[in-house]
């Protein structure tokens, strides 16, 4: 599985000529409505399992929750299914309020 810190992430989310990625939030609906990176799909960790139909496989997927366990969990788990381009973000949104958006609250 690979990783993408949050400046990378931020970096790539701005290079046109990159494929975007789907930023996949696998935390809980209330962590959400704290704070998020736009754009993101919210299915948490424990939907996974039933709703990972409704990813494309074939398109990079950057999975994203508070610190960088859950989401590693995710991804591990998604790369099982057959899915290969997935990216762990190293940090979660605590990195990324740190390193990229110091706006975004933290918690």
């Known amino acids: 599985m690979q990783t993408i810190s949050a400046a990378e992430l931020a ?3 701005t290079d046109s000529a990159k494929p975007a990625p789907l930023l996949l939030d696998v935390r809980e609906p209330w962590e959400h409505e704290t704070c998020h990176i736009g754009g993101v799909l919210l299915i948490p960790m424990h939907d996974v ?3 990972f139909n409704e990813l494309d496989a074939d398109r990079p997927i950057v999975c994203v929750c508070h610190h960088g366990a859950r989401s590693m969990q995710v991804a591990n788990f998604l790369e099982r299914q057959g899915f290969s381009q997935v990216i762990n973000l190293s940090g979660g949104v605590h990195a990324w ?3 990229v958006d110091p706006q ?4």
């Open 97 to 99: 309020a740190t390193q």
């Open 11 to 13: 970096l790539w989310l």
């Open 49 to 51: 399992p039933a709703r």
């Open 104 to 107: 975004m609250p933290t918690y």
